[in-house]
């Protein structure tokens, strides 16, 4: 199969380079001309393990290159991906459409012969029916069926995510455009290893929203029953445990944490509020969720106040980890960003490491001392705070920590330490429900 990618940010690159491995030809399209040459030159834009060898082989067998001339990419296509960014819009909340409409323009100017638009941004209800309205009229004689594909890949693993997925969502009521996904997909569903769920157009695009809805108040609730738990002196991770086990239930996504940040569950969640508002069919729980979770973020610079002593005015606490999770340079919407300005409003000098997040974080915080080594980090400070669990964090030297620090308390956001061991260095410990 011949596919064009329209837009090659992280799903475009990563569903791009997948699909190459497969064996079919891609072409990944980008307005960006120095994004192109970038990329051309073998340079990868993103972090994301395995990224760069998955490119470099595909580029290498000519089944994978790059282009900014969308028109000549598309007409040679069996199918085109729109795999723009649908950031929130500003003020409203609304994801901003204008890119995937923008794209969906220009695409149906350069069809030739039947061709299938697959929509992999994850857009709200209704933007398949738009994009197939688009394209009708600016070129009435096009043969095309606009299909929904949503993507389900996680930051960091997501190459893993893409090769083994739990199931491939295809929204779409033409049996045309359905063969062509059979058979771009068929590596993965053959065999029995990734079931394909064939629906509606509509119901494809929902799936994706209410699936990472879904996930999104999983997090909330644990995170809620960790505070009941420090209440009542429970372990929140043996509770996890204990439900988990439930298959009903499952036992991912019980980790609790300091709140979940990210570019698609704060969007995500706050996007299917909109639809809800203008389907007049509320969403209730997931109003509580997004609630909840901003609260969390702020609350958990509370917590390290306490944790501190309770007043942390002219003092230097240590942040461990800024990304909104390990294995990314996203700064997202992380919790480490809320988390450190209550920290400041409250009078505190940050003194922030991670591994790969610091270039992102100088963006969205001022007044930070930032750094790459933990060590330099914990100098001095009257707390030290581990807010992304990052495998460089599982295992310093406690001792040494107690040595460094103004104060020895360690604040454990991610629940990573074990409480013995960090007491045994000497260190007051607090961490998440428990
Ligand atoms: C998510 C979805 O998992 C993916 O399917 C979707 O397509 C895009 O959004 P991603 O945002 O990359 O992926 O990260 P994910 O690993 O899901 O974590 C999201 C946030 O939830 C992070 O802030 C993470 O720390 C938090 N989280 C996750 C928890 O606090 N506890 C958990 O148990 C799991």
């Given at each position: 199969m011949r596919i064009a990618m329209i837009g090659s940010g992280y799903v475009g690159l990563v569903s791009g380079a997948c699909f190459s491995d497969f064996g079919h030809d891609v072409v990944c399209v980008d307005k960006d001309e120095s994004k192109i040459a970038a990329l051309n030159a073998g340079e990868i834009p993103i972090f994301e393990p395995g990224l760069d060898h998955l490119v470099a082989s595909n580029v290498k067998a000519k089944r994978l290159s790059f282009t900014a001339d969308l028109a000549a990419a598309v007409r040679e296509a069996d199918a085109v991906f729109i795999a723009v960014g649908t950031p929130s819009r500003r003020g409203d909340g609304y994801a901003d459409l204008s890119y995937a409409y923008g794209a969906a323009q220009e695409i149906a100017e350069a069809l030739d012969g039947f061709t299938v638009i697959v929509n992999k941004?994850?857009?709200?209800?209704?933007t398949g029916d738009e994009v197939e309205r688009i394209i009708r009229e600016t070129n009435p004689k096009a043969e095309f069926a606009v299909i929904s594909n949503p993507e389900f890949l996680r930051e960091g693993a997501a190459i893993a995510d893409f090769k083994h997925p739990d199931r491939i969502v295809i929204g779409s009521e033409d049996e045309r455009g359905l063969e062509v996904m059979r058979e771009i997909y068929r590596p993965l569903f053959l065999g029995g290893k990734s079931p394909l769920v064939e629906m509606s157009r509509r119901g494809a695009e929902l799936t994706k929203y209410a699936g990472n809805a879904f996930l999104a108040t999983k997090i909330t609730f644990i995170n809620e029953i960790a505070d009941l738990c420090e209440k009542v002196g429970a372990d929140v991770r043996e509770i996890a445990r204990g439900i988990g086990l439930d298959n009903r239930i499952g036992s991912k996504f019980l980790n609790a944490g300091p709140g979940y940040g990210g570019s698609c569950f704060p969007k995500d969640t706050i996007a299917l509020l909109k639809t809800a508002q203008d389907f007049e069919a509320p969403q209730r729980i997931v109003e509580a969720v997004v609630a909840v979770n901003d609260n969390r973020k702020r609350a958990m610079g509370r917590k390290v106040i306490a944790a501190a002593g309770g007043d942390v005015r002219g003092k230097r606490v240590a942040i461990l980890g800024l990304t909104?999770?390990?294995?990314?340079d996203d700064m997202r919407d992380s919790p480490s960003i809320a988390i450190i300005r209550a920290l400041q409003d409250a009078g505190a000098t940050i003194a922030a490491c991670d591994p790969e997040g610091v270039d992102q974080a100088r963006k969205v915080l001022d007044d930070v001392i930032f750094t790459d080594d933990p060590w330099e980090a914990i100098e001095g400070a009257t707390a030290a705070v581990i807010v992304t669990e990052w495998d460089a964090y599982r295992a310093l030297d406690l001792r040494r920590m107690r040595e460094r620090l103004a104060q020895p308390v360690l604040v454990d956001l991610r629940n990573i330490y074990d409480r013995g061991a960090a007491e045994a260095a000497g260190l007051v410990y607090h961490a998440i429900g428990r």
């Amino acid at each position: 199969m011949r596919i064009a990618m329209i837009g090659s940010g992280y799903v475009g690159l990563v569903s791009g380079a997948c699909f190459s491995d497969f064996g079919h030809d891609v072409v990944c399209v980008d307005k960006d001309e120095s994004k192109i040459a970038a990329l051309n030159a073998g340079e990868i834009p993103i972090f994301e393990p395995g990224l760069d060898h998955l490119v470099a082989s595909n580029v290498k067998a000519k089944r994978l290159s790059f282009t900014a001339d969308l028109a000549a990419a598309v007409r040679e296509a069996d199918a085109v991906f729109i795999a723009v960014g649908t950031p929130s819009r500003r003020g409203d909340g609304y994801a901003d459409l204008s890119y995937a409409y923008g794209a969906a323009q220009e695409i149906a100017e350069a069809l030739d012969g039947f061709t299938v638009i697959v929509n992999k941004s994850t857009v709200p209800v209704g933007t398949g029916d738009e994009v197939e309205r688009i394209i009708r009229e600016t070129n009435p004689k096009a043969e095309f069926a606009v299909i929904s594909n949503p993507e389900f890949l996680r930051e960091g693993a997501a190459i893993a995510d893409f090769k083994h997925p739990d199931r491939i969502v295809i929204g779409s009521e033409d049996e045309r455009g359905l063969e062509v996904m059979r058979e771009i997909y068929r590596p993965l569903f053959l065999g029995g290893k990734s079931p394909l769920v064939e629906m509606s157009r509509r119901g494809a695009e929902l799936t994706k929203y209410a699936g990472n809805a879904f996930l999104a108040t999983k997090i909330t609730f644990i995170n809620e029953i960790a505070d009941l738990c420090e209440k009542v002196g429970a372990d929140v991770r043996e509770i996890a445990r204990g439900i988990g086990l439930d298959n009903r239930i499952g036992s991912k996504f019980l980790n609790a944490g300091p709140g979940y940040g990210g570019s698609c569950f704060p969007k995500d969640t706050i996007a299917l509020l909109k639809t809800a508002q203008d389907f007049e069919a509320p969403q209730r729980i997931v109003e509580a969720v997004v609630a909840v979770n901003d609260n969390r973020k702020r609350a958990m610079g509370r917590k390290v106040i306490a944790a501190a002593g309770g007043d942390v005015r002219g003092k230097r606490v240590a942040i461990l980890g800024l990304t909104f999770k390990p294995n990314t340079d996203d700064m997202r919407d992380s919790p480490s960003i809320a988390i450190i300005r209550a920290l400041q409003d409250a009078g505190a000098t940050i003194a922030a490491c991670d591994p790969e997040g610091v270039d992102q974080a100088r963006k969205v915080l001022d007044d930070v001392i930032f750094t790459d080594d933990p060590w330099e980090a914990i100098e001095g400070a009257t707390a030290a705070v581990i807010v992304t669990e990052w495998d460089a964090y599982r295992a310093l030297d406690l001792r040494r920590m107690r040595e460094r620090l103004a104060q020895p308390v360690l604040v454990d956001l991610r629940n990573i330490y074990d409480r013995g061991a960090a007491e045994a260095a000497g260190l007051v410990y607090h961490a998440i429900g428990r």
